[in-house]
T-cell receptor, first 114, second 111 residues
Framework: DAKTTQPPSMDCAEGRAANLPCNHSTISGNEYVYWYRQIHSQGPQYIIHGLKNNETNEMASLIITEDRKSSTLILPHATLRDTAVYYCIVSPSISNFGNEKLTFGTGTRLTIIP | DGGITQSPKYLFRKEGQNVTLSCEQNLNHDAMYWYRQDPGQGLRLIYY???????QKGDIAEGYSVSREKKESFPLTVTSAQKNPTAFYLCASIGLNYGYTFGSGTRLTVV
């Protein structure tokens, strides 16, 4: 699976949009980009995923560049409860799920400032 | 509700003692994973299983053992051979739509 690079930490003011970048320059054509977040002492929680098109759900938006080498997770109106570690991972194709061991890096520690 | 249940939430182990962490899922997922997380660190893969009665070592399997006798269950045993077992342990399974689903974790402390 492709590796990802994320900044170790970021701050964002409450109520503003939080933009978290992820670099995945070695991503393969059939690999998805997934975002998870981990609030202290809990298991990571799924946020959103995408292949090549931009995606939006009730939690966030995912913007994937045209060459798919990087992506940005956007939390449109950050709240204090969004303070967490955010992980960007790249997975094999859906049909191949479970056939490779996936790795989580250290992610980005996002702190929402009141 | 479908999900993954890990138990216990907190576990204390004496040095030299084996302990088993439970992980049960009712999501009908085939693949299950065990990760270890140390303070301020990312997740490191211990073992994973793609199908019943089969499992593979991850990056830090030494001192751990697993079994996969049922699709729903993937228990992890931390043996006395694991020299530094104090950590947060996470179990996960994989489904088609949302990738990983994680349990709420077990915090193991050696006393």
């Amino acid at each position: 699976d492709a590796k990802t690079t994320q900044p170790p930490s970021m701050d964002c003011a409450e109520g503003r949009a939080a933009n978290l970048p992820c670099n995945h320059s070695t991503i393969s054509g059939n690999e998805y980009v997934y975002w998870y977040r981990q609030i202290h002492s809990q298991g990571p929680q799924y946020i959103i995923h995408g292949l090549k098109n931009n995606e939006t759900n009730e939690m966030a938006s995912l913007i994937i560049t045209e060459d798919r080498k990087s992506s940005t997770l956007i939390l449109p109106h950050a709240t204090l409860r969004d303070t967490a570690v955010y992980y960007c991972i790249v997975s094999p194709s859906i049909s191949n799920f479970g056939n490779e061991k996936l790795t989580f890096g250290t992610g980005t520690r996002l702190t929402i400032i009141p | 509700d479908g999900g993954i249940t890990q138990s216990p939430k907190y576990l204390f182990r004496k040095e030299g003692q084996n302990v088993t962490l439970s992980c049960e899922q009712n999501l009908n997922h085939d693949a299950m994973y065990w990760y270890r997380q140390d303070p301020g660190q990312g997740l490191r893969l211990i073992y994973y299983s793609q199908i019943v009665n089969d499992f593979q070592k991850g990056d830090i399997a030494e001192g751990y053992s697993v079994s996969r006798e049922k699709k729903e269950s993937f228990p992890l045993t931390v043996t006395s051979a694991q020299k530094n077992p104090t950590a947060f342990y996470l179990c996960a399974s994989i489904g088609l739509n949302y990738g990983y689903t994680f349990g709420s974790g077990t915090r193991l402390t050696v006393v």
